[in-house]
């Protein structure tokens, strides 16, 4: 089973740092989009981390320009997008690719060892990550934050 814990990442403000960051944590991974049909999800991801973020779970958002050209902006401009219109305060990361030749190397660790494997089909695709940093859940764009699907994959990595 793959770890993600040591890939490199940046956050929206440029800081180089690792998912090593959130060691101990239960994270989910979403690829994110200003412009997009599921963009409302914004909203039912900040209050996910607020439900789950005093027992250890953080919401890890990711811009993503790669699903419709729908995540056109800047990193200060997605940030200032998020924080206004959504009340966001999960962490927010530079934008990347989720496919193609310049794939993230995150998206291309998460797509290669996750069930099932395979490409992120669009914005708002979502995996979760263990305490240890192993993918332990993938979830479509259709399946919405507040979903019993999501939620008890959530809590029950968080009583692990």
Not at 73 to 100: M, P, R, S, W
Not at 103 to 118: E, F
């Amino acid at each position: 089973m793959a770890n993600v814990s040591d890939i490199a990442v940046k956050t929206i403000d440029g800081a180089d740092t690792t998912l090593s960051a959130y060691s101990g944590k239960v994270t989910l991974i979403v690829n994110l989009a200003s412009k997009c049909g599921y963009t409302k999800q914004y909203t039912s991801l900040e209050a996910l981390y607020q439900k789950y973020k005093d027992q250890g779970f953080e919401v890890l958002g990711f811009p993503c320009n790669d699903y419709g050209a729908q995540e056109p902006g800047t990193n200060e401009e997605i940030k200032k997008f998020a924080c206004e219109n959504y009340g966001a305060t999960f962490d927010l990361f530079d934008k990347v690719h989720a496919k193609g030749a310049e794939q993230h190397p995150l998206y291309a660790s998460l797509t290669s060892n996750a069930d099932p494997t395979g490409d992120v089909q669009w914005n708002f695709e979502k995996f979760l990550v263990s305490k240890t940093g192993e993918i332990v859940g993938r979830f479509g764009s259709g399946v919405t934050p507040e979903s019993a699907e999501l939620t008890g994959a959530i809590e029950a990595q968080l009583a692990k």
